[in-house]
């Protein structure tokens, strides 16, 4: 049985076993403004959540062996988006995600970045499918064989492999302190599946990582107004930009997509509730 769990639409989480839906929790957030402008969904419950899932395996095979796994840009200033156009630049030499099929991978390709990362969010458990693991590599993977998700040690394999510039993305503060004390600068960090961080771990966020995604954060919300100098990209679910480099990657998305960054006067349009 192929088994894949993760974590979306308002932190249900949600498992996928073999190419079908068999368990949705609750969602705690109840209105996401992506999904309301991309997809019409008003409200997330489970039956909202079962049916978007159900939708994205239909429409690219996620979690099967239909597996899509290139795609171009979907949003502005995603965070996929935004590492993707630095490979395609040269400021980045390789990115570290993890996905469905392939667990944690070392990506150089930009539409794949944006082919599996652009796709799916809090990814938690998943196994190999032989579509993904062909089209990743199967020596960019942890372990080809049971596809683990370890963000630490896919940064220590990529710079294993000689890569210079290596964005990373992770859902964890205790992986963002590991991987800036192993690989400092080199390391570019894009904090992401942000919903329900604490207070402390926000106020780190902005301490350690280069790239933040707000998600359904108050905490990150609030300590990115107070914090000066942080390039903050929409208005709905903002993206940070953190860092010299993190805010030169966003201000490359913002340029691609014809945009400005966020002004407090344009107001907000947040997912609710925040947590």
């Not at 030499?93 to 944690?104: E, M, P």
């Not at 100098?229 to 340029?255: F, H, N, Q, W």
Request: overall charge negative; glycine content about 10%.
């Amino acid at each position: 049985m192929s088994r894949h769990v993760m974590e979306c639409l308002g932190m249900s989480r949600v498992t996928i076993e073999d190419g079908h839906v068999t368990e949705v929790t609750e969602p705690i957030v109840k209105r996401c403004p992506l999904f309301e402008k991309y997809r019409g969904i008003q409200t997330l419950d489970e039956d909202s959540v079962k049916a978007n899932i159900e939708y994205r395996i239909g429409a690219f095979g996620m979690c099967t062996e239909r597996r899509e796994t290139t795609m171009r840009d979907f949003l502005s200033f995603g965070v996929s988006e935004t590492l993707s156009t630095g490979l395609r630049d040269g400021v980045l030499d390789a990115v570290v995600l993890a996905a469905d099929g392939c667990g944690t991978c070392v990506v150089t390709d930009p539409d794949v970045v944006q082919g599996l990362g652009g796709r799916i969010s809090g990814i938690r458990e998943t196994e190999p499918i032989p579509a993904v693991v062909e089209a990743v590599g199967a020596g960019n993977m942890l372990d080809p064989e049971t596809a683990p998700i370890d963000m630490v040690a896919g940064a220590d394999k990529a710079f294993a492999m000689g890569y210079g510039t290596v964005a990373v993305t992770t859902a964890s503060m205790r992986d963002v302190e590991a991987i800036r004390a192993r690989h400092g600068d080199r390391a570019v960090i894009a904090l992401v599946h942000t919903t329900g961080i604490s207070e402390e771990d926000a106020k780190e966020a902005f301490e350690l990582c280069d790239v933040i995604t707000a998600c359904a954060s108050k905490h990150l919300r609030e300590v990115a107004k107070s914090t000066d100098g942080v390039l903050i990209a929409g208005k709905a679910v903002p993206v940070y930009g953190v860092t010299d480099i993190g805010k030169r990657l966003m201000s490359r998305r913002l340029e691609i997509a014809g945009k400005e960054p966020w002004d407090p006067t344009q107001g907000e349009d947040p997912p609710s509730p925040l947590i």
